[in-house]
């Protein structure tokens, strides 16, 4: 069965500071990647997604994620964060061969913005 | 408005007393699924729907029932809640699985206290 991992589960940043939060998945076939943000007190809402095509991907918010194959990974980067970006950080994983198997998510990074 | 709707948005239970959440989509998906979410292990999926008269078990269905009597309905059963089952609980409508305009939409969640 899929796994996905996410290292960090905590990580605290100081406003305009860099951020990487890493995603590594088990399956090595073709997937669909997906990284989604839960505000305090709020349902999961979609940040960006990968298809096909072009590796990196740009989301909402100046996000951006890169996948890489090889590393069976997608990691989440964003230049300079806001006191805003306080909350928690899912990757998410379908494989695309099977589309009974919904989205397998990983334990989530909880990201805390210190103004 | 794209929306899924859960109820009730809290709930506090005793040990066996069943109960029911409801979810409701208005974007007539065929796949909708249950998640819950506990700290430190993410979403994990209870059951998922193809489409109506179609359910499956996801990771962790011990204790629940679902069904899919109508597209937009997917309500979540506990015949006998304990205290195990306390979480926050998400339903989850997707578009178009396996293509590239996928994406999940979620409820506001429901947080379960079994006491």
């Known amino acids: 069965a899929q796994s996905v991992s996410q290292h960090n589960h905590h990580v605290i940043l100081s406003e305009a500071a860099s951020l990487e939060l890493g995603c590594n998945y088990s399956?090595?076939?073709?997937?669909?990647l997906f990284w989604y943000v839960q505000y305090p007190g709020q349902h999961l809402q979609l940040l960006l997604k990968?298809?096909?095509?072009?590796?990196l991907v740009k989301g909402i918010k100046g996000f951006e994620a890169e996948f890489i194959k090889s590393k069976f990974s997608f990691n989440l980067r964003k230049p300079s964060v806001q006191w805003s970006d306080t909350a928690e950080y899912f990757c998410?994983?379908?494989?695309?061969?099977?589309?009974?198997?919904?989205?397998?998510f990983g334990g989530g990074t909880r990201l805390m913005v210190k103004p | 408005e794209a929306q899924v709707t859960q109820n009730p948005r809290y709930l506090i239970t005793v040990t066996g007393k069943k109960l029911t959440v409801t979810c409701s989509q208005n974007?007539?998906?065929?796949?909708m699924s249950w998640y819950r979410q506990d700290p430190g292990l993410g979403l994990r999926q209870i059951y998922y729907?193809?489409?109506?008269?179609?359910?499956d078990k996801g990771d962790v269905p011990e204790g629940y029932k679902v069904s899919r009597k109508e597209k937009r309905n997917f309500p979540l059963i506990l015949e006998s809640p304990s205290p195990n089952q306390t979480s926050l609980y998400f339903c989850?409508?997707?578009?178009?699985?396996?293509?590239?305009?996928?994406?999940?939409?979620f409820g506001q969640g429901t947080r379960l206290t079994v006491v």
């Open positions: 998410a994983v379908n494989e695309s061969r099977n589309a009974g198997n919904m989205l397998t």
């Open positions: 399956y090595g076939g073709t997937v669909n």
């Open positions: 990968y298809f096909s095509g072009d590796p």
């Open positions: 974007m007539n998906h065929e796949y």
């Open positions: 729907s193809m489409n109506v008269e179609v359910t």
């Open positions: 989850a409508s997707i578009s178009q699985w396996g293509h590239k305009n996928t994406e999940a939409f």
